[in-house]
């Protein structure tokens, strides 16, 4: 029967063990170029500058949240002492103009001024405060900005890199299953289905060479007496690995 061992293949004597070795090296190139995809360097260093600015990010916001409370307290400060200068200016108007009409009044409009004028300088003062408060913040801000800015420039030059990268790849790929498909077409259905499952299997690797007593797959040394066998063997008897199972081609 085909496909276990000690069975010929039929046809071209070897001929569909030589197209299963051609297909391994075929498929083992396509699972190096995707390991090679997943493992692109300029994709670490890409990684590496996005966790930088998303760490840089993370600390910006929580400094421009606080920036953004005191500049909050700063407009309403402004709108408040701006309120007291409008209130006292109309007072004060009103008093020159003689419209108050007592001493009484004016010495009021007077008391009230001196009042407005207090709570302006106290606001002032807050405002001060708030200030000197956000300086450090601002400069923290700039600092964050600048330190920002060129590694941004870097992972703008990466995300080029890396598309370049998996671009070729890509069309390493594409030439490797066109290579492919002829070469499964021709291995016998039960020879290939055998193979496909050792794949699945044994990490990526169906069939192996026979090469100084070992077995290429699993690295290991047979027996003398069976690599004569495997010499000896009918042409295109399918044999398999001792030690792993694998189509062994001698």
């Not at 409009?109 to 450090?136: N, S, Y």
């Not at 995300?159 to 990268?165: I, L, T």
Request: net charge negative.
């Amino acid at each position: 029967m085909e496909g276990e061992p000690g069975a010929p293949v039929g046809g071209d004597g070897d001929a569909p063990l030589r197209l299963l070795l051609a297909l391994q090296d075929a498929d083992t190139s396509a699972d190096q170029l995707a390991y090679r995809r997943g493992h692109l360097p300029e994709q670490a260093a890409l990684d590496l500058v996005r966790s930088r600015l998303a760490e840089m990010d993370r600390a910006r916001g929580g400094v421009a949240a606080e920036r953004a409370a005191l500049s909050v307290r700063e407009e309403e400060l402004e709108r408040e002492t701006a309120a007291l200068v409008a209130r006292s200016a109309a007072i004060d108007e009103r008093s020159r103009s003689g419209s108050a009409g007592s001493y009484r009044d004016q010495q009021a409009m007077a008391a009230e001024i001196e009042t407005l004028d207090r709570r302006r300088a106290e606001l002032e003062e807050v405002e001060l405060g708030v200030l000197e408060a956000a300086e450090p913040l601002d400069a923290e801000l700039a600092r964050i900005d600048a330190e920002r800015a060129p590694l941004a420039a870097e992972r703008a030059v990466l995300e080029a890199e890396v598309g370049a990268a998996a671009a070729s790849l890509e069309v390493e790929v594409a030439e490797t299953a066109a290579r492919r498909a002829p070469l499964a077409a021709r291995v016998p259905a039960p020879l290939l289905a055998e193979y496909e499952t050792l794949r699945r299997r044994l990490g990526g690797v169906g069939v192996a060479r026979l090469v100084r007593g070992a077995c290429e797959g699993c690295h290991l040394a047979l027996p003398a007496t069976e690599v004569d066998r495997l010499h000896r063997a009918a042409v295109g008897e399918v044999a398999h690995c001792e030690q792993c199972g694998r189509i062994l081609v001698p």
